[in-house]
């Protein structure tokens, strides 16, 4: 039996739960600016028109978002976190100042439109925030993404104003350990899935951040990533599949 989930129908709205599921040839993608945290718990889930799930039938997840801030919310049920370099799985722009983490995931303020023509094109507008929804020392920082799907690809855009120096685009490529990767230059890696390959290209150079072994373990939502990122305001990435004939 076909999930409704299965078939392409481009894009439906939830909006109690401000949230957008995207349908178009093999990608799946879910958006969401949802405003409200669970419980009492501060940088839970994430938001701020954050791409928490981009899947695609021929690989898989590729891009899944993780809490913003592991926290053991029931304690008896959760693993400890030890590893010192573990990190969101939720592509993201960042800035860390002072030990702080503010983050364009984190702002439950963010306002998100949607564009249905050739494509669907899902943009957000949001801002650099930390757990408590404050902003950096020197003032605001506003963050705009660009989402766009279509049957052939997936390109996601980023751009923080004022471009203040060490904000980073962060870009968790899902993959386990077991999966080869190929840098073919500075802005392109290509990665061999059982079924396809994927390839992702920026216009900025990718920076593969530091690890245990190549690849980052996020225990919610339990799997690796390949921890890339951009050490730029503002970046454009291009996500393609090739399957495998």
């Known amino acids: 039996?076909?999930?409704?989930?299965?078939?392409?129908?481009?894009?439906?709205?939830?909006?109690?739960?401000?949230?957008?599921?995207?349908?178009?040839?093999?990608?799946?993608?879910?958006?969401?600016?949802?405003?409200?945290?669970?419980?009492?718990?501060?940088?839970?889930?994430?938001?701020?028109?954050?791409?928490?799930?981009?899947?695609?039938?021929a690989t898989g997840p590729l891009l899944v978002a993780s809490m913003n801030a592991y926290q053991l919310v029931e304690a008896g049920n959760m693993q400890a976190d030890k590893d010192p370099l573990s990190m969101p799985l939720t592509p993201r722009a960042e800035l860390i100042t002072n030990?702080?983490?503010?983050?364009?995931?984190?702002?439950?303020?963010?306002?998100?439109?949607?564009?249905?023509?050739?494509?669907?094109?899902?943009?957000?507008?949001?801002?650099?925030?930390?757990?408590?929804?404050?902003?950096?020392?020197?003032?605001?920082?506003?963050?705009?993404t660009e989402y766009l799907f279509s049957p052939?690809?997936?390109?996601?855009?980023?751009?923080?104003?004022?471009?203040?120096?060490?904000?980073?685009?962060a870009l968790p490529l899902i993959s386990p350990t077991v999966e080869l990767n190929k840098t073919t230059n500075t802005r392109t890696i290509r990665l061999k899935k059982e079924k396809a390959t994927v390839t992702l290209h920026t216009n900025h150079p990718l920076q593969l951040l530091p690890t245990n072994g190549g690849r980052i373990f996020n225990f919610v939502p339990g799997l690796e990533a390949i921890p890339l990122a951009i050490n730029q305001p503002d970046a454009q990435a291009t996500i393609t599949i090739k399957p495998d004939h």
């Open 99 to 144: 030990g702080i983490v503010y983050m364009n995931i984190s702002d439950l303020q963010a306002t998100v439109t949607v564009e249905e023509k050739d494509h669907i094109t899902i943009r957000t507008q949001s801002r650099l925030v930390d757990k408590d929804q404050q902003d950096p020392p020197q003032g605001p920082i506003n963050c705009r």
């Open 1 to 57: 039996t076909t999930l409704p989930r299965e078939t392409p129908y481009c894009i439906r709205s939830f909006p109690d739960i401000r949230t957008w599921l995207v349908s178009t040839g093999g990608y799946r993608a879910t958006i969401t600016a949802y405003d409200r945290e669970y419980k009492a718990m501060h940088n839970g889930h994430a938001t701020g028109g954050a791409l928490t799930m981009l899947w695609h039938d």
């Open 152 to 169: 052939e690809k997936i390109q996601l855009s980023f751009s923080c104003t004022p471009a203040t120096p060490y904000i980073r685009i």
